[in-house]
């Protein structure tokens, strides 16, 4: 079995045959819609949100295909796949042997995630070239941008050069050792400096003779790693953490639900919001569960009675299902969708 087939039977288990394949692709290219968002809360497959944006849907009904072939899963009525008992083993099989990196985090990090990359990959490229003598090398990133970030960091003196490479080594390393070999090799393969070239994605794939998508989701979660270790520990990774500068601290939301969530907390309900940005109000509904799943210390209380919510979360797993009209039926209509929506996205049930 492909290593991108693994990956499919683990979203497919997760959702429970509750969403379409449009939702999985949605999910793997990361695309900022409230469902999508939603989905990776409600059944928590976020940390896979966006960690192959360049996925052809083509491609990923071609993966499905097998498997369906191969009898690992059913299509269901509700237009989505369930995992068969035999797709169930598959899976287990496949955990075992490929295991889902610990670190990868796509919703915590895809925003930052491409800029940290680029900006320490150049960062580490100048330093190389310029501690050997060398500044006259073709810069890695085109991005005008992250080039000039650089340039504004780059230490003048050579001698403070010399002491910031052995700092940053020291801080990637400390990371790189608890990592298997085999991921942390895919970072270190992919940078460049003075005599080599890094790799590709493509490249290392085609170096350790695996997938594309594994290539891709192993490097991916190094990259959320070292951003969990600066996040959690900024003061033992300080050159780390400066590579996040103006990216860190910001909530991942849309920017329409951000605009919505000012509005929320200058004391707006949800009827003034919807009037004063003329949007219906089941948009403003959709940007609340958004902002439910992202903000910690949002409370929900003020549009759920917290009776209510205990009740939700009771009828769902009495039922075993996020399915919404499932549950509303179950409460024979007792609460409105979106009550029972946010209720759920906000416990992460």
């Given at each position: 079995m492909e290593y991108f087939d693994g990956v499919l039977l683990y979203i497919f288990d997760?959702?429970?045959?509750?969403?379409?394949l449009s939702a999985v692709y949605h999910l793997l290219t990361g695309k900022k819609?409230?469902?999508?968002?939603?989905?990776?809360?409600?059944?928590?497959?976020?940390?896979?949100?966006?960690?192959?944006?360049?996925?052809?849907?083509?491609?990923?009904?071609?993966?499905?295909?097998?498997?369906?072939?191969?009898?690992?899963?059913q299509p269901n009525q509700h237009g989505g796949y369930q995992i068969t008992p035999g797709g169930k083993e598959a899976l287990r099989a496949f955990l075992v042997?490929?295991?889902?990196?610990?670190?990868?985090?796509?919703?915590?990090?895809?925003?930052?995630?491409?800029l940290f990359w680029q900006r320490l990959s150049l960062f580490m490229q100048s330093l190389s070239y310029s501690i050997h003598g060398n500044m006259n090398f073709y810069p890695i990133s085109k991005d005008e941008a992250i080039q000039n970030w650089v340039k504004k960091h780059f230490p003048v003196k050579k001698e403070k050069r010399v002491l910031i490479a052995e700092e940053l080594f020291q801080?990637?390393?400390?990371?790189l050792q608890k990592l298997p070999d085999s991921h942390a090799s895919f970072f270190i393969m992919r940078l460049s400096?003075?005599?080599?070239?890094?790799?590709?994605?493509?490249?290392?794939?085609?170096?350790?003779?695996?997938?594309?998508?594994?290539?891709?989701?192993?490097?991916?979660?190094?990259?959320?790693?070292?951003?969990?270790?600066?996040?959690?520990?900024?003061?033992?990774?300080?050159?780390?953490?400066?590579?996040?500068?103006?990216?860190?601290?910001q909530l991942p939301l849309t920017l329409s639900t951000k605009q919505t969530y000012k509005l929320l907390e200058d004391g707006m309900t949800i009827e003034e919001i919807a009037h004063t940005r003329r949007l219906k109000r089941s948009t403003i509904e959709d940007h609340l569960v958004e902002i439910a799943i992202n903000v910690p210390k949002f409370s929900i209380s003020p549009f759920v009675d917290p009776k209510a919510q205990l009740e939700i979360r009771l009828a769902s797993k009495e039922i075993n299902s996020q399915r919404l009209?499932?549950?509303?039926?179950?409460?024979n209509d007792q609460y409105s969708y979106f009550e029972i929506r946010l209720t759920l996205c906000k416990e992460g049930i």
């Open positions: 997760r959702f429970k045959g509750e969403r379409s819609s409230s469902q999508t968002i939603q989905d990776g809360k409600l059944f928590k497959v976020g940390s896979f949100f966006g960690i192959l944006k360049k996925l052809k849907r083509s491609k990923l009904e071609q993966h499905v295909f097998t498997l369906l072939e191969t009898q690992l899963i042997t490929k295991p889902i990196p610990d670190y990868l985090a796509g919703w915590q990090y895809h925003q930052v995630s491409e801080e990637i390393r400390s990371h400096g003075e005599g080599r070239t890094g790799l590709t994605v493509h490249q290392l794939a085609d170096v350790h003779k695996i997938s594309y998508e594994e290539a891709m989701i192993r490097f991916q979660g190094v990259i959320h790693g070292l951003l969990f270790q600066v996040q959690h520990n900024a003061a033992q990774y300080p050159i780390l953490a400066s590579m996040i500068e103006g990216a860190s601290g009209k499932l549950i509303k039926d179950y409460m």
